[in-house]
């Protein structure tokens, strides 16, 4: 009984993370050239200030575009 609890709600928290990537995936995809730009443009910037490393900046826009 307990073992059917877990699967059930390891199943649930499952289902919820997957649809809040796909959620997140089609916003991603959504933006526009526009926007996209202006994200890799904050990146620069924020490189530029310091505020974050080369490496971080690299997985910022390999992970985004």
């Known amino acids: 009984m307990i073992e059917q609890y877990a699967t059930e709600g390891a ?3 499952m289902g919820i993370g997957a ?3 796909i959620r997140a ?3 991603w995809k959504s933006k526009s050239t526009e926007e996209r730009k202006a ?4 990146v620069l910037q924020s490189l ?7 490496s971080e900046a690299k997985n910022m826009i390999k992970t985004h575009l």
């Open 39 to 42: 994200l890799v443009y904050d």
């Open 48 to 54: 530029e200030d310091g505020k974050i490393t080369a």
């Open 11 to 13: 199943t649930f928290l």
């Open 19 to 21: 649809g809040i990537v």
């Open 25 to 27: 995936k089609l916003w």
